[in-house]
């Protein structure tokens, strides 16, 4: 069973940097290109947006989102694009954290508690 764990990891290790790579090749649609950028910004990004302290929702976006997130960009590129990518995939480092991603992340952080923070106010004037 820990050999199958560790395939499992190493596969989506290689999905990461193969939406990595797709990401940026411009024969990627738009969506996909999106979404994949998002997917592995995220993967890559050393901030969750769920912490981990957090008990189950905070290992949930681990164990669930990202996985999901791969699958569903992986089946909006093409098939002979994503064979190509795959390929090279296999022969590309691990690009190491994402700080554009964690910046991204904690953006999304503030503006939350921005806009709580505005309710909070008109909540306490009323």
Request: with cysteine; glycine share 6%.
């Amino acid at each position: 069973m820990i050999v199958r764990l560790r395939q499992w990891a190493k596969s989506l290790k290689r999905s990461i940097i193969l939406l990595w790579l797709a990401a940026r090749d411009p024969r990627t649609p738009l969506a996909a290109k999106l979404l994949a950028g998002f997917v592995a910004g995220y993967a890559l990004s050393p901030i969750d947006l769920i912490p981990d302290f957090i008990p189950v929702l905070g290992l949930l976006d681990d164990l669930l989102l990202v996985p999901v997130g791969i699958w569903l960009a992986l089946r909006l590129i093409p098939d002979d694009l994503r064979v190509e990518l795959r390929l090279l995939a296999e022969r590309t480092p691990w690009p190491g954290p994402a700080r554009a991603a964690a910046i991204a992340v904690v953006g999304l952080w503030a503006l939350c508690a921005v806009g709580l923070a505005f309710a909070a106010i008109k909540w306490a004037r009323n």
